[in-house]
């Protein structure tokens, strides 16, 4: 009886052992359906309970987490919005929002959700865009319609709003999605739930404080680093979109709490700015780098330019959060850009900058040929994931835009390099004797501190997720061509509102109240169903 007793009490510890050690609920129930020890079944549980609870933690301390497990080791997080796709500029004009709606359909036909905390962005209110910009283009754009424009021509006229940037319907709603991405990603970074935030509706560079500029109303990535200036010291921009980042080097131009790096095309081309030599003024001097380029640069001289430039950028600087801008038109193809990269090439640099395991909020831009927008930022996101993708695209609703290949990855043209090796050797000489000067990282109490008009972050700012409705993803515009527009140059900022006599329209606009967002802060996290882009899945 005792040796029996013996043997139970032996195989039980065994079994015991190699529950608590692989938390194997089905052995768990198998063995104690076999002995029928309720005591024992209760004190094994709290056993492999705890050893959950301590792989957990661990996890949480190193930046993973159980329920993610073989995916990507950085946390990401993605804001979307199914009405995205519904803005429409006009007939003719270039800009397609319908193409964010396009790459989500991708993200979600490649299974890339499963891997991603998913989230629809807020909307910000009046009083959030003006940390930022002025009170009366803010209000403006609230209020302007197509059904009342015409009231409101000398307002238009002064604020740039027009041809490039013409009025239409939801005008205001468009700008807080854009808006509302890149503020939620930039607190889900400070607050440390995500290591990545992606924001494909934002990377609206062009937009000034009072003015908008190349199909841009309101900087989203100006808004996204002054929340970013909350927690982190010093804040790296990096602009690979085929126009210069005029709107973001403006902002912070007096500042050494952001370096702005822009790669873009330069000699009569919109926006007309960039020069080797603009490098920042007073506190910000040598804070502003660009690198002027010209047509038909391709991935080999790209990455031998981006890669020595930007490693020297992060020994030099050492910023504490980087923000991305990805615009698209620098692919090969595009109907207003004239460089000649790959989407692998143009990858290359997401992920070189997603190496450097910094805070990184990725954000969309510019891209006019939309079927290759959306291939682009499918395949970086799937970048950020550490997810290969399939050079077969995916069955989708939108696969008739892909056709005849289906292919993911585009073949570069055969035109000609413009860029010679002599200056390109000459600029990245200027760039580091410019970055030799920066002898130190500057310190929060370094230079130009965030502006005296941004609010105070409360300690119950946090992340107010909460799960949203179901979302039935609609059917965009078409892919029309169109031309690009009027160069606007850009200035210093200056540190004030415009002095201009205000008409009676004017003071119509200025006193319209303000609008109240739907939330206070943090995002809705978006439900995803993998057949149709907007339907539900819980945030991972």
Known sequence: MLYNLLIIFYVSFILLYIVYTYSNIHCLCVFFFFFKQKTAYEMLRSLVGSEMCIRDSINAEYGTDSRT???????????YDGDTGNYYYGECHPMKPH??????????NYGMYKRMQ?????????SEMTIFHADEYVNFLRTITPDNMHEHSRLMQRFNVGEDCPVFDGLWEFCQISAGGSFGGARKLNNGSADIAINWAGGLHHAKKSEASGFCYINDIVLGIIQLLRVHQRVLYIDIDIHHGDGVEEAFYTTDRVMTVSFHKFGEYFPGTGDVKDM???????????????????DDMYRNIYQPVMKKVMEVYQPQAVVLQCGSDSLSGDRLGC?????????ECVKFMKDYNLPLLVLGGGGYTIRNVARCWAYETALLLDQELDNDLPQNEYSGYFAPHYNLHITPSNMENLNKPADVEANKIKIYEALRELDHAPSAQIGTEIPDDVPEESDDEEDEDAPKADRTARHGDSDDEGEEGVTNRAKPAEGGNDNAEVKQEEVDMKEAEPVTGTEDEGAAPMDVDPVAPGATEEAV
Not at 292 to 297: A, F, Q, S, T, V
Not at 339 to 347: E, Q, T, Y
Request: charged fraction near 20%; glycine fraction near 12%; charge should be positive.
């Open 69 to 79: 497990m073989g995916k990507s080791k950085q946390r990401v997080c993605y804001y």
């Open 99 to 108: 193409r964010i709606r396009m790459a989500h359909s991708l993200l979600v």
């Open 118 to 126: 998913v989230y629809t962005p807020y909307r910000p209110d009046v």
């Open 280 to 298: 920042g003024a007073g506190a910000g001097k040598n804070y502003s780098i660009n690198f002027p380029l010209k047509d038909g640069i391709d």
């Open 339 to 347: 460089f000649n990269l790959s989407i692998k090439g143009h990858g």
